[in-house]
């Protein structure tokens, strides 16, 4: 019997199917190369393949076992300082680290809840903190705590037994919708925060090209200074991101590098208004003509702009178009919780269409415990914190809010133009673009500004520290109105006193802007220099351990 001839019809076959997995592969990787020269440019390719192998290079240095050794004992004294500096020890500190074998009663709980509140901490009663505390007043504070007493055990999971907070939701949603002209048809949900809301509008996103575009490889376009909460969503929800240049002196995205990026898998756009960092309002006309044009979805972030920027033109200043007023707009976060005053854990996200609020509902019609529907990340959501968001949208009106913009905003301008105009300020700070809103960043070409930042937190501000380029900020909130005048004075004091120090360096023969000493200088400082941020990964992992030390 001869030998076989089918592995002889099979080689053509198996050598066929070879060849074209290669075409594909090579296909994709010229489809890739492509569109990675066409948004990159060339000059742009080359600088970050020079910037990868820096990356590279500098990651095997920090693993030679000498430099490896070293650098972890750094990292652990730091940290060491980090939990020396917010974890209370030593005698007169008392640790609770299991029940209490019988309950305290209500005094001894309200005694201890006094000590807590009474622990030394950065003022913001006195407006010595940027940002981060949103307080409304004492009245209104008062207000919210009696709605939170009434609706204390309160889930909107379940409407049919708390009723009044299924109404309040619905309605806080529907008021906000109103704020930010939002069409016929338009929905919402409350979230948890600038950050759930922020996730909740790109998974809306990604499920819609995955549903009507069958996308399987997403990619989203981002301004630079973007909310990192984007990065965040991008990271659980597995979706590329491209990092658009805000380039000085506008610092607002460069919309046509953005029309460079984008391709078949593009699921969203994003503008900021204003941004974080800076307080920049991006184009929000521009990005939505590019929306229309490629039929993408174009999400405004308005967490921080909140209250403020529907009220501008109310309050008497300039007001950019950046709402559902722009037709390209598909979906808004707003924080109730920032300048719509509202307790901590309230937040909005607004689409145009029911359509798109759908996409980012979770429903599981057979689990063994029943048909399980939620609209958000949340199960179980606190019923008393939607109650205060109420109360506080009812208390405060139109008028309220439109008078609150006015005062922050007023108190936002006057510290922009003294630092452009006061001759203690304007030669050592320079503002960061055109704020329009409540943040006014700014930088210095002359001294350390991290020495700056570190100097004011040692006359008691807490301002925000940022990077890329080094650079302070200061989100003006209605206590600061009443303290601006002290921080303009505060702040002129101690650019002379860096200005003093940079001139006695000089004197002495030592370089310039003296060596890292401050929190703020040794973290941003030594952060920008670090080509590889496995480091600063690890030093903010230990923060984040830091916390949760009893």
């Known amino acids: 019997m001869g030998p076989s001839k089918l592995p002889l019809r099979l080689k053509p076959t198996v050598s066929s199917l070879r060849n074209v997995l290669l075409l594909l592969f090579l296909l994709r990787w010229t489809k890739k190369s492509y569109l990675h020269l066409r948004g990159h440019g060339v000059l742009g390719t080359i600088t970050q393949t020079y910037r990868t192998l820096n990356r590279l290079a500098y990651s095997l240095f920090l693993r030679l076992p000498g430099v490896t050794s070293r650098v972890q004992l750094q990292i652990t004294e730091a ?25 305290w009663t209500a005094d001894q709980v309200r005694a201890e809840l006094e000590r807590l509140g009474e622990m030394k901490h950065t003022r913001w009663e006195e407006g010595r903190v940027s940002g981060a505390v949103y307080h409304g007043g004492e009245e209104l504070g008062k207000l919210q705590m009696e709605a939170f007493g009434k609706f204390g055990v309160a889930n909107p999971i379940h409407p049919d037994v708390f009723p009044g907070v299924r109404k309040m939701e619905a309605e806080v949603v529907a008021m906000v919708l109103a704020l930010f002209n939002a069409p016929d048809g338009a929905a919402g949900v409350t979230t948890s925060g600038g950050s759930e809301s922020i996730l909740m509008a790109v998974l809306s996103a990604r499920e819609k090209a995955r549903t009507e575009r069958r996308v399987t490889e997403p990619e989203m376009i981002l301004p630079e200074t973007a909310h990192t909460a ?3 969503a991008a990271s659980y929800f597995r979706i590329r991101v491209h990092l658009i240049p805000c380039p000085a002196p506008a610092y607002r995205v460069n919309v046509r590098t953005v029309s460079r990026f ?12 204003p941004n974080f960092p800076h307080g ?20 405004v972030d308005c967490c921080l702009g909140s209250f403020l920027m529907p009220f501008l033109a109310k309050a008497g200043y300039d007001a950019p178009d950046f709402d559902f007023k722009v037709p390209g707009v598909t979906s808004i976060s707003c924080d109730t919780h920032k300048y719509g005053f509202a307790p901590k854990g309230n937040s909005t996200v607004l689409y145009r269409t029911e359509e798109l609020r759908k996409y980012q509902y979770f429903i599981s019609p057979d689990w063994s415990g029943g048909v399980y529907a ?5 199960g179980s959501r606190p019923g008393a914190l939607i109650a205060g968001c109420w109360a506080s949208l009812m208390s405060m009106g139109e008028s309220g809010y439109i008078d609150a913009c006015h005062k922050i905003i007023s108190a936002a301008k006057k510290l922009e133009t003294a630092i452009r105009e006061n001759d203690s300020l304007k030669h050592d700070l320079k503002v960061i673009g055109k704020p329009m809103v409540s943040v006014v960043a700014f930088t210095s070409a002359s001294l350390n500004i991290y020495d700056v930042a570190d100097a004011m937190s040692a006359r008691g501000w807490h301002l925000n520290a940022l990077q890329n380029p080094p650079a302070m900020h200061v989100a003006v909130t209605i ?13 002129e004091l101690t650019v002379e006193g860096e200005r003093e120090a940079e001139r006695r360096r000089v004197v002495e023969g030592k370089s310039k802007r003296g060596v890292v000493k401050g929190d703020a200088a040794a973290l941003y400082g030594v952060a920008g ?15 984040l351990d830091t916390l949760y030390k009893a």
Request: net charge positive; hydrophobic share 45%; aromatic share 4%.
């Open 79 to 103: 940290v060491a300082k980090l939990e020396k500096k917010l974890v209370p020890s030593g005698p007169g500190v008392n640790r609770y680290l299991t029940l209490p074998a019988e309950g």
């Open 230 to 232: 984007f990065r965040k």
């Open 262 to 273: 984008i391709n078949s898998n593009t699921i969203l756009l994003v503008g900021s208004a």
């Open 280 to 299: 920049i309002v991006d184009d929000i006309p521009a990005l939505s003509r590019l929306a229309i044009r490629h039929k993408l979805p174009l999400h």
């Open 374 to 378: 939620s609209p958000s990340i949340a």
């Open 479 to 491: 206590p600061i109105v009443d303290a601006i005048d002290a921080l303009i004075r505060d702040l």
């Open 529 to 543: 220099a670090l080509p590889d941020k496995t480091v600063v990964n690890e030093l903010a992992a230990g923060f």
